[in-house]
């Protein structure tokens, strides 16, 4: 069983909802149909505390635990699937990986400004030719007198263009770790580092993905996150944790198009679309819980690997399925491509793809469950 949210989660989640209501929902239309934020909307969520919540206050963040950040990436989800994405790859896989394993002279000059919202993040592991299987990142670097030189190129890199952190993934070609893989903080604006492209996507349209190209950039040896060589482990850690703030975001699709079934039924209450509706509920709920159980387990210090996975893997297959339902409640009117059953389904088609597959969830729950 999740435990009941405390004073400070409702709080975060009121002012996540109340933020969402006044200054997203307006937008989200647009948002999608122009597959851009407005400019200034990532500044009122930094101002609003959302880039910092789940970041501890030494370091400029607004603090919350795992279950403020889900309730928040939710509400802004129930919005806008874009927007909330933003948020929790700046959380969950760039300041959290560099709050766990960043050195002190990297959390100031790094950590401080994601947490105070000053700056955002990305996370470059995903190539052209290595998503799943991220070992058989083709991505390298090498050593120069005291620099690493970084060559390669990256491939659908959500905040990628616009982030001013983006922590990457590559192999050293030479020296002790040759062959294996380290994490590397890398600033926009480094010479020879460039975002050629941005992809036009299905759903989730307002989040930047970018193809991310490293022409010979060099970095400081300080720019090595954690462990050189230990770069795989931290990159699948960080996307353990990862896993529940984008299932959050997945619930908040659910909750969306869930809104919509609930809406076309009372004003269509016939016997069958109320045992729609019925369904609809009964998944929404039991996913909710998953992400409020593998959030309490990781705010606890207990393992959450399957809770993770399966909430996942729960909340990409519910948002996916309503979103569905909520197109054949809506009549001609949502087959009509801006409308916003059709949005919920393009948004919900991508969360099973996204921080890991619906089919590596199956296998990394299946091997956990089977005691591997
Ligand atoms: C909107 C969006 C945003 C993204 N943002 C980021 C980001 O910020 N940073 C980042 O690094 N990446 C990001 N990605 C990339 C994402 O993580 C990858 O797309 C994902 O890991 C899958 O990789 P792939 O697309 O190369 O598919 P592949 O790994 O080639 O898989 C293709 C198919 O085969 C299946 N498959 C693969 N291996 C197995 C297996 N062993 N067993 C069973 N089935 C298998 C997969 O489930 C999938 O159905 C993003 C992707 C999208 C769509």
């Keep these: 069983m999740a ?52 970041l501890p206050s030494d370091w400029g963040g607004r603090g919350g635990n795992t279950r403020c950040v889900a309730a928040v990436l939710e509400e802004l989800a129930r919005a806008s699937a874009a927007v909330a994405t933003l948020v929790s790859v700046h959380i969950s896989v760039c300041a959290q990986p560099i709050e766990r394993w960043g050195t002190e002279s990297q959390k100031e000059a790094f950590l401080r400004p994601l947490a105070q919202g000053r700056w955002i993040g990305a996370f470059a592991l995903t190539e052209a030719g290595a998503g799943s299987d991220a070992a058989r990142i083709a991505c390298r670097y090498r050593r120069d007198g005291g620099e690493l030189v970084l060559l390669g190129s990256k491939m659908f890199i959500t905040n990628g263009a616009s982030a001013d952190v983006i922590l990457t993934f590559a192999a050293a070609v030479d020296g002790p770790h040759s062959g294996r ?20 996507k299905l759903g989730l349209r307002g989040s930047e993905t970018n193809e991310l190209l490293y022409d010979d950039v060099r970095l400081p040896v300080n720019a ?16 353990t944790a990862g896993r529940v703030g984008i299932a959050a975001c997945a619930l908040g699709v659910a909750q969306a198009a869930y809104d919509e079934v609930e809406r076309a039924v009372r004003a269509d209450p016939q016997d069958r679309n109320r045992s729609t509706l019925a369904r609809a509920y009964t998944r929404l709920v039991a ?35 309503i979103a569905e339902r909520a197109v054949d409640l809506g009549g001609v009117d949502a087959a009509l491509a801006g409308s916003r059953p059709a949005q919920l389904l393009r948004d919900a088609r991508v969360f099973p793809i996204v921080e890991g597959t619906t089919e590596i969830q199956e296998l990394i729950l299946g091997r956990a469950l089977s005691g591997e």
């Design 3 to 54: 435990e009941e949210p405390n004073p400070v989660e409702v709080a975060w989640r009121r002012r996540a909802r109340e933020f969402a209501e006044a200054s997203i929902l307006p937008l989200q239309r647009s948002i999608d149909r122009d597959d851009r934020f407005p400019a200034d909307l990532t500044a009122r969520l930094a101002e609003a505390g959302f880039l910092g919540v789940g």
């Design 181 to 200: 893989i380290s994490a590397l903080l890398l600033r926009k604006g480094t010479p020879g580092f460039t975002a050629p492209q941005r992809l036009d």
């Design 224 to 239: 090595l996150l954690g462990e050189e060589g230990h770069g795989l482990s931290l990159a699948l850690g960080a996307l």
């Design 287 to 321: 996913a909710r819980s998953l992400v409020e159980r593998a959030a309490d387990r990781r705010d606890r210090g207990q393992p959450f690997v399957r809770e993770g996975s399966a909430a996942k893997l729960a909340c990409s297959e519910t948002a996916l399925w």
